[in-house]
């Protein structure tokens, strides 16, 4: 994804570290956590930036999981607390 003429839409930087960090996919209510996504982070507002190839392949593997055709790596549970 590193782009040498790559601004960051936020604050106009050009820096940018790679770095893996956890996505949280949805869709309808349903979730995939996925850690380990590869992203670039804008060094002066820590804008974070996926390329669209990952971002598709996230997308394929929620909805192969959701249709059964593919496993999960693993099952976690999160409490719930409403914000009041």
């Not at 598709?56 to 593919?70: T, Y």
């Amino acid at each position: 994804m590193s782009n040498k003429n790559m601004r960051c839409p936020s604050c106009g930087g050009e820096h940018f570290t790679p770095k893996s960090v956890e996505y949280l996919y949805s869709h309808d209510g349903k979730y995939l956590l996925v850690p380990g996504t590869p992203a670039e982070i804008c060094e002066t507002c820590g804008m974070v930036f996926y390329d669209a190839s990952v971002l598709e392949n996230i997308e394929r593997r929620f909805f192969a999981i959701l249709r059964q055709s593919e496993q999960p790596d693993q099952y976690i549970q999160m409490p719930v607390a409403a914000y009041a």
